[in-house]
């Protein structure tokens, strides 16, 4: 049986193969691409992955949470413009969600009040800076939404098949 490590801190690449109950060996056959050398290195932050290899581990180990958690904090462009979502249950997605669209509604009037002469006064600007963090949830609770779907679709708990079809039929 495969010693399991007492390491602190663990990435997040290293907890997700290690709830798996995968071995480095075991994970570099099921990546196939990726020795348990470069799983290793990646494990004990001695390497960055590739974004490939990201891809590639959020596929096989069904964590699409993996590449929210690479561009997040650990590509530089993402670094700058890609929020860290954290995985959290439906319920509470949509009640974070249904409670920044509520605080728009309230804000929506005062929005067009600022925004009407295309120019943010200085009167203006504490408001608008309120507003665009209210929106900054709602896109926050977007993506928690689209991370948490992409999750139920890698572990087969919504049929790819019939979500694909239906998104097809609404584009359609």
């Known amino acids: 049986m495969a ?27 099921l990546l196939e691409t990726m020795s348990p050398e470069r799983i290793e290195k990646i494990e004990n932050d001695r390497a960055l992955p590739h974004p490939d290899e ?6 096989k180990y069904k964590q699409p949470n993996l590449c929210n958690y690479y561009c997040a904090t650990q590509c530089p462009i993402g ?3 890609v929020p860290e979502i954290k995985v959290k249950d ?14 728009m509604q309230k804000e929506k009037d005062r929005l067009i009040e600022i925004t009407v002469d295309g120019k943010i006064s200085g009167d203006e600007l504490s408001d608008f800076v309120a ?3 209210q929106l900054e949830k709602i896109s926050v609770a977007v993506e ?8 139920m679709l890698a572990t087969g708990a919504i049929d790819p098949e019939q ?3 239906f998104k097809a039929k609404l584009q359609g």
Request: glycine share 2%.
């Open 90 to 103: 439906l319920s509470q997605i949509v009640l974070e969600m249904l409670a920044s669209l509520n605080s």
């Open 163 to 165: 979500y694909k079809a």
């Open 54 to 59: 990201v891809l590639l581990m959020a596929q």
């Open 3 to 29: 010693r399991v490590s007492t390491k602190e801190n663990k990435n997040p690449y290293q907890t997700t193969r290690e709830a798996l109950k995968l071995t480095r060996e075991s994970a570099g056959e």
């Open 79 to 81: 670094q700058q413009y």
């Open 131 to 133: 507003i665009q963090e």
């Open 144 to 151: 928690t939404l689209q991370l948490w779907c992409e999750q």
